[in-house]
C-alpha cells in the first residue's frame, strides 16, 4: 500500500469499529490488531524481555522508535509513548490468587499462579480461612490510604474500578490443579459447588471494593466486566455449567446488567463445545481459540464481536501466504454469515517475533477479502 491507500484504509476502519463493529454503513471488516508492546524487541533486533519489566526510560524509547517504523509500514503509530509517571503508581494490592493461598511467581520470563492446595481437606480449610477473611484488610497494603491521598493530590487520580479477572476455571486449576478440580466436581461436588460460590464472592467482593476505593457507588460506578479463562475448555459443558458459568453470570449480572455494557470472555483454547453456554450470556465481545471458527462463533452469538480467528502463531511466523489464506478464511466466512462484528485479530495474545510487515499483510487481506 502507498501512503494515500493506508490513510484509505485508517479511514474505512474508523467506520468498520462504530458500533462494536456492526455499522451498518461499515466498508470493510474491522481490524483487530494494533500489536503490543512485547513486539518491538523482534521488530527492532533488541535483546529484552517481552513479558517482564522493562525501565520505562527505555519502554518509551523503544516504543517511539517501533512506532517511527509503523508509520512507515502500516501508516499508524501503533504504541503508547506517554506513561503514567513512576510515582503516581499506587502500591501493590494483592491478587486474588493470593486471596486463594497461592503466588505470583515470576520464572524470568514471565509471571505464573501457584497455588499450594492439594487435597480435598486443603481445599475446605482454604474456603473456611476466606470466609473469616477481612478481604479489604488483606488486599490493601497499610501504606494505602496516604499513597492514596498522596496521589490524588500530586495528580488529581483515584484508583481504578476492577474490571478484570482471571476466569473461574482457570484460576481454580491454577490453585488447586487441573486433575484434582475434575475429579473433585465427581467426587465432591458439594464442595466443587462451593469453591465455585467462594470464587464468585470474592470476585464481587473485590470489585465492590474498588468500586469505593474509586471514589464511586453503586449507583454511579462505570460498568463492564472482562474475563480471561484459558482453562475453561478442560471442563464438559455440564461440569462447566455447574463450576464456571454462575460465576460469569453473577459478574455480569452486577457489573454489566445493560445491552450496551461491555461483557467480555478471552479463552484462547479450544473451547467451542461451550459456546452454548456462554451464548446465554450475551457478550458484547470474546476472542476465542485459533480452532474455533468465525462460523462455529457466529451461530451461538450472532450480536457477539469477534475479535479473532487469526491464530498466534501463524501471525507470529510471519508466513505471508499463511496469514493471507486465514485472513481469507475468517473474512469469507464473517460475509456468508449474513451479518457484520468481525474484529479480525489473533486468537490470543499478539507474541514477541510477530512483525509488522505480517500486520501489513493482514490489512491488504482484508482490502482484498473483507470488503462488504
Not at 41 to 47: I, K, R, S, T
Not at 171 to 187: C, K, P, R, V, W
Not at 214 to 223: E, I, L, Q, V
Not at 335 to 361: C, P, Q, R, W, Y
Request: glycine residues 8%; negative net charge; aromatic residues 10%.
Amino acid at each position: 500500500m502507498n501512503q494515500n491507500e493506508l490513510a484509505q484504509f485508517w479511514k474505512d476502519d474508523a467506520m468498520a469499529h462504530q458500533d462494536n463493529c456492526f455499522f451498518v454503513q461499515a466498508p470493510q471488516v474491522a481490524l483487530g490488531i494494533g500489536m503490543s508492546d512485547e513486539c518491538v524487541f523482534a521488530e527492532l533486533g533488541e535483546e529484552g524481555k517481552p513479558w517482564g519489566h522493562t525501565d520505562q526510560a527505555r519502554r518509551i524509547e523503544l516504543n517511539q522508535r517501533y512506532n517511527d517504523k509503523a508509520e512507515r509500514i502500516v501508516g499508524k503509530r501503533l504504541l503508547r509513548e506517554e506513561f503514567t509517571p513512576l510515582d503516581a503508581k499506587l502500591p501493590d494490592c494483592k491478587g486474588i490468587g493470593e486471596v486463594f493461598g497461592g503466588e505470583y511467581i515470576f520464572d524470568g520470563n514471565t509471571t505464573w499462579l501457584e497455588g499450594h492446595c492439594k487435597d480435598e481437606k486443603d481445599l475446605e480449610l482454604m474456603l473456611n480461612r476466606i470466609d473469616r477473611m477481612d478481604l479489604r484488610e488483606f488486599i490493601l497494603p497499610p501504606n494505602w490510604e496516604a499513597e492514596k491521598k498522596r496521589v490524588f493530590e500530586t495528580y488529581g487520580t483515584m484508583p481504578n474500578q476492577y474490571c478484570a479477572v482471571r476466569g473461574p476455571v482457570t484460576l481454580a486449576t491454577s490453585i488447586f490443579g487441573i486433575e484434582n478440580l475434575i475429579y473433585l466436581m465427581y467426587d465432591a461436588p458439594e464442595l466443587a459447588q462451593r469453591f465455585s460460590q467462594t470464587i464468585q464472592t470474592v470476585i464481587l467482593e473485590y470489585v465492590n471494593i474498588f468500586i469505593a476505593e474509586s471514589g464511586k457507588t453503586r449507583d454511579t460506578f462505570d460498568h463492564g466486566f472482562w474475563f480471561a479463562d484459558d482453562d475453561c475448555n478442560l471442563l464438559t459443558p455440564e461440569m462447566y455449567e455447574q463450576f464456571g458459568l454462575p460465576v460469569l453470570k453473577s459478574v455480569f449480572d452486577f457489573c454489566a446488567p445493560n445491552p450496551e455494557d461491555h461483557r467480555f470472555q478471552h479463552s484462547d483454547s479450544a473451547m467451542g463445545h461451550l459456546l452454548p453456554l456462554l451464548a446465554t450470556l450475551n457478550l458484547s465481545g470474546c476472542n476465542f481459540g485459533p480452532t474455533v471458527s468465525v462460523t462455529d462463533i457466529r451461530k451461538h452469538m450472532p450480536r457477539t464481536r469477534i475479535d479473532g480467528q487469526i491464530a498466534p502463531f501463524t501471525f507470529m511466523r510471519n508466513n505471508a501466504a499463511d496469514i493471507l489464506a486465514e485472513v481469507k478464511r475468517d473474512c469469507m466466512q464473517a460475509k456468508e454469515s449474513g451479518v457484520k462484528g468481525l474484529n479480525l485479530a489473533t486468537a490470543g495474545s499478539i507474541n514477541n517475533g510477530s512483525l509488522l510487515s505480517s500486520m501489513l499483510v493482514v490489512m491488504e487481506g482484508i482490502q482484498t477479502y473483507g470488503r462488504y
